[in-house]
């Protein structure tokens, strides 16, 4: 089940694609497509990808303005 996130002090300090997802309110395809553009910035640790809370606030607080 999602967790359903309602400040930004409840995000995790990493967030992985699928976590997300329905912080955005967007499918898989365009999570991944944010993330390998660059839009979205990200760190690989081994095979995953993991997206730093700091990184999805960025891209949250610049889409509002």
Do not use: C, W
Not at 4 to 28: A, C, F, K, Q, S
Not at 32 to 53: A, D, F, H, T
């Amino acid at each position: 089940m999602d967790h359903i996130y309602h400040t930004y002090d409840e995000l995790p300090l990493t967030l992985r694609v699928e976590d997300l997802m329905p912080v955005l309110g967007i499918g898989r395809n365009t999570a991944y497509e944010l993330v390998r553009s660059g839009q979205i910035r990200s760190l690989r640790i081994k095979n995953r990808i993991r997206i730093p809370k700091e990184e999805v606030i960025r891209f949250l607080e610049n889409k509002t303005t």
